[in-house]
């Protein structure tokens, strides 16, 4: 494009300095601008030494990125699978659904166990929160969420509460009440605001602190009393979509995944991003500690489901076959870590040996995807929800 | 001005990079053999990998569950 002359005397009053003088057109994000002479040097210049800072910048971060790998590298002395060779083999699993939750009227999309190892609250697309006492199936509490999609639900670790959200961009603390007098929707608290949908939610180790993730690529740590932010993460480039806590005993940290293919752990308190792992070839829908806190692993729209170990700073398993092809939307460990227990968008669930990575078992019975997989707290049971509007416990 | 965005962004991922290149890591062998003493240390206490008899497991169970005083929440 030849088409700049300075050949036109234009005299006026520069655009940057104001002084009268004989002016050039600069270009300044494709709007004209008519500079004297000596902005439009500085300007040039200063564009010069921007994109050598950016530059430099860049060729750091590559070479951060390197020596990350580098290092990585070094410490892969062998793979988990290898160790694990003089493990005992898994024996036969019998594993069947114990109990069917009938009831919510379009997909369930999250669930939640309560401490006391019965209690289950799941939500819905069509806005419907219920808790379920799953020993008898009975219903003990519904309320109906001003949205739908209701994407996420907690229970409190007191059982005296839950929490849910979704495309209302919020996450509402619902006291729980056998009152029948009282209208439970009437105690509603609203407690964390973000700007895009809220995808997971989980109380802390309290019932006074919620820890967020949302559609707007932010997880955040709100008070319940107050709803005052706490504590902001940023760092993923897309939506985030879940999140887990570790485990009390390892400390203030916890884990997410996001859209972005990367799951990140980070320092509760800093608010710092500790660690960062992208190995998925495709959004992280799930992500769950292992028990000791010192591994996580992860669930993919890539059909794997990976293993990383913090302390190696690495993946050290991926748990794949070539016959499955769907995504891995919800992950969760048995008690001892052993299995992982990982829910799929071609209606099945399978069951993975952690140690060796092969499959163990593969449960049919859902008719549509899995969306949500959780281990009962005393890792007796575990249940699913799923598209077909159903939740089942499996034993 | 989006260039000074650029380079602010820039910085960040830098200061990122530096502190995830700067954690203490230890071995994949070491790591690895620590996840399976785990496992092999509460695989006992484990119900749905060593199973437990219809007896104590309430799921398990076919009968209808029924709790000494259990409310019915069905008005009467």
Same mark, same amino acid.
């Given at each position: ?395 | ?28 062998? $070491? ?28 799921? $398990?169970? $076919? $009968? ?13």
């Amino acid at each position: 494009m030849c088409d700049q002359t300075f050949l036109v005397n234009v005299f006026g009053s520069c655009d940057k300095c104001f002084k009268q003088r004989a002016l050039r057109p600069v270009f300044k994000k494709s709007q004209q601008l008519n500079y004297c002479s000596i902005c439009a040097e500085i300007m040039a210049t200063d564009g010069l030494h921007e994109s050598e800072t950016l530059a430099a910048l860049r060729s750091e971060a590559e070479g951060l990125k390197g020596k990350l790998e580098e290092e990585r590298a070094k410490l892969h002395d062998v793979e988990l699978h290898q160790v694990a060779e003089r493990v005992e083999a898994l024996g036969q699993f019998v594993m069947k659904t114990r109990r069917t939750l009938k009831g919510h009227g379009n997909k369930v999309l999250c669930m939640d166990w309560c401490r006391d190892k019965r209690r289950i609250v799941s939500s819905s697309q069509d806005g419907k929160v219920i808790v379920w006492d799953s020993f008898t199936t009975n219903k003990e509490h519904a309320v109906t969420m001003p949205c739908t999609w209701v994407m996420a639900c907690a229970y409190a670790p007191s059982g005296c509460a839950i929490a849910c959200g979704g495309l209302d961009n919020k996450c509402s603390v619902y006291p729980l009440t056998f009152d029948k007098n009282e209208n439970m929707a009437a105690k509603k608290r609203s407690v964390a605001m973000h700007t895009n949908y809220l995808s997971a939610c989980s109380f802390t180790n309290s019932d006074m602190q919620i820890l967020t993730a949302s559609g707007d690529g932010t997880c955040a740590l709100w008070d319940v009393e107050s709803g005052q932010l706490l504590q902001s993460f940023h760092g993923h480039g897309a939506d985030v979509l879940c999140l887990d806590l570790a485990p009390s005993e390892t400390g203030n940290t916890f884990v997410s995944g996001g859209c972005d293919k990367k799951a990140m752990v980070w320092d509760m308190r800093s608010g710092q991003c500790v660690q960062a792992f992208e190995t998925h070839e495709s959004d992280i829908n799930s992500v769950r500690y292992y028990p000791s806190g010192d591994a996580f692993a992860s669930g993919s729209d890539d059909a794997t489901c990976r293993l990383y170990d913090l302390r190696a700073d690495r993946e050290v398993a991926i748990y794949s076959k070539e016959s499955i092809i769907f995504g891995a939307s919800s992950v969760d460990f048995s008690l001892s870590g052993r299995l992982l227990f990982a829910g799929y968008n071609d209606y099945t669930i399978n069951v993975w040996d952690v140690l060796k990575g092969a499959r163990a078992s593969i449960l049919f019975g859902h008719e549509n995807r899995v969306s949500t997989l959780r281990v009962s707290p005393d890792g007796t049971a575990f249940c699913s929800g799923s598209w077909d509007h159903t939740l089942r416990v499996w034993a | 001005m989006s260039a000074t965005n650029n380079v602010a962004q820039a910085r960040k991922l830098v200061e990122q990079l530096r502190i995830e290149a700067g954690i203490e890591r230890i071995k994949v062998s $070491k790591a690895s053999s620590e996840l399976m003493s785990y496992c092999e240390q509460h695989a006992r206490s484990d119900p749905l990998l060593v199973g437990v008899p219809a007896s104590e497991n309430p799921f $398990k169970d $076919k $009968k209808p569950w029924r709790a000494e005083g259990a409310v019915s929440l069905r008005s009467p």
